[in-house]
């Protein structure tokens, strides 16, 4: 095999190993070839974002749709509708101050040369306050979690992550207003000579609840809109 051959091998496998980020001009796709992953998420109780990806090939592609030629897209919520600004190629944002329940959210994606996809649209969960049992919780010990207000038909999901500790994902069944995580559920990293390190942890809610993408896109389209709401507790052995 010459050497030519072999660079080339090389530089394709080096490619491949790192995830490289390929693009497209949207004026080289059709509306029905864009996936679409809409999301609209509030952190706090005054304000949304909105962000949208566009890729080609479904939505775990690697290739990005350039919004070029006269196609864009706007966001809109109420009587504000909004152009939606360049994040990075091929991913589309936006802010409003309003995170209120039941605010519905439009995407709409206009095309100069093919269909326009007008119609996403959902609306956003209740917002909450999440409250950590306490500041600081051995991790032989139960942890309480609670929010308010609940029972909501929305999806409930809490992550903790921290430096010291695998990432713990759990999806709460229901909306009950409180989960507690088991001792012992929050695993320490390193080997099991070090002793068991203290370190904070981040705790983070999701409220969420599924949208509709425009019928004119891709089948793996996608909209998702979501109230997140974070808290800090220290985990000790």
Known sequence: MNTRLLTAIALVGLGLLSGCKETVDSQNVKTAG??????????????TRLI??????????????????GDSIFASTGDKRVPMQTQETGVYEAEFNTAAEGTE?????????????????????AP??????????????????????????DDVRIELS???????????????GTHTIPANSLQPTGTA??????????????????????????SESSF??????????TSTP
């Open 128 to 153: 909450f306050t999440l409250t950590i049992g306490a500041s600081a919780v051995s991790r032989a010990a139960d942890l309480n979690v609670t929010w308010t207000p609940s029972g909501s038909n």
């Open 224 to 233: 998702v809109l979501q109230q997140v709401r974070t808290g800090n507790f």
């Open 52 to 69: 949208a990806t566009l890729k080609v090939g479904g939505d775990e592609s690697n290739t990005y749709v350039d919004l070029s030629g």
């Open 193 to 218: 000579a070090e002793p068991p390190p203290t370190c904070d942890v981040t705790v983070k809610m999701t409220r969420s609840r599924r949208g509709t993408a425009d019928s004119a896109f891709d």
């Open 34 to 47: 864009i996936a679409a992953i809409l999301s609209a998420t509030a952190e706090t109780d005054l304000e």
């Open 162 to 176: 921290s430096p010291c500790t695998f990432l713990e994902t759990i999806d709460v069944p229901g909306d009950s």
């Open 105 to 125: 959210f439009t995407v709409d994606l206009q095309r100069a040369d093919d269909d326009d996809a007008p119609a996403s649209r959902g609306t956003l969960p």
